[in-house]
């Protein structure tokens, strides 16, 4: 199985709901990435966490909120999401923020925002 | 605006047969070029990459061949196999913050 578990696999939501997305690396990692996922688009970064600091936020709407309390569990929270977020949402890790680090990349939270 | 340019979209490729996706890019600061491999329900994951300074890599029947001066790069997948029916990704960055192309779905007919 993957170093990098994601739950829950499948999110229904209303467009009021608040939701949490939980992600968990085991394979010793220091960054941890959220990407989004659309069909025939390009993947999209949203944050990078650094040992456990913010190191990027790709311009996301203040309506997806990361969390990363330690290095092996990084959230993503969900209020007030439009029908348009509704994507594959990934979590990676890599074991630093080098040039050519390898992505380990979780099997994704499939959300649907109705 | 998309960074990274890749196509085709989707191809279908016989079994034993070759399947080329191709890459371009505009940013010459791209120092890294990895590909990635998704099967369904599966996250990405990484297959082969290279740095601007070799023209080609080979990795058992996976090739890149990269082009530093017409800014593209492609993956050659040689003697394909129905378990290589996935959706690769072509990647650049300049740093760990990888700008992906939309991917390629490869179908291998047996």
């Known amino acids: 199985e993957t170093g990098v578990t994601q739950t829950p696999r499948h999110l229904v939501m209303g467009m009021t709901n608040k939701k949490s997305l939980k992600c968990e690396q085991h394979?010793?990692?220091?960054?941890m990435y959220w990407y989004k996922q659309s069909a025939k688009k390009p993947l999209e970064l949203m944050f990078v966490?650094?040992?456990?600091?913010?190191?990027e936020n790709n311009s996301v709407p203040s309506r997806f909120s990361p969390e990363c309390p330690n290095s092996s569990h990084l959230f993503l929270h969900l209020h007030t999401l439009q029908p348009e977020d509704s994507a594959l949402y990934l979590c990676?890790?890599?074991?630093?923020?080098?040039?050519?680090?390898?992505?380990?990349f979780g099997s994704g939270t499939q959300l649907s925002v109705l | 605006q998309q960074q990274v340019k890749q196509s085709p979209q989707s191809l279908i490729v016989q079994k034993g047969g070759i399947s080329i996706i191709n890459c371009a890019y505009e940013?010459?600061?791209?120092?890294?070029f990895p590909w990635y491999q998704q099967f369904p329900g599966k996250g990405p994951a990484l297959l082969i990459a290279?740095?601007?300074?070799?023209s080609e890599k080979k990795e058992g029947r996976f090739t890149i061949s990269f082009n530093k001066s017409a800014k593209q790069f492609s993956l050659h997948i040689m003697d394909s196999q129905p378990g290589d029916s996935a959706t690769y990704f072509c990647?650049?960055?300049?740093?760990?913050?990888?700008?992906f192309g939309a991917g390629t779905t490869v179908t291998v007919r047996a």
């Open positions: 990647a650049a960055s300049t740093d760990y913050k990888l700008s």
């Open positions: 394979l010793g990692h220091n960054a």
């Open positions: 940013n010459t600061a791209f120092d890294y």
């Open positions: 290279i740095r601007p300074d070799v």
């Open positions: 966490y650094n040992f456990k600091e913010q190191t």
């Open positions: 990676a890790s890599s074991q630093n923020t080098g040039l050519d680090e390898k992505l380990f």
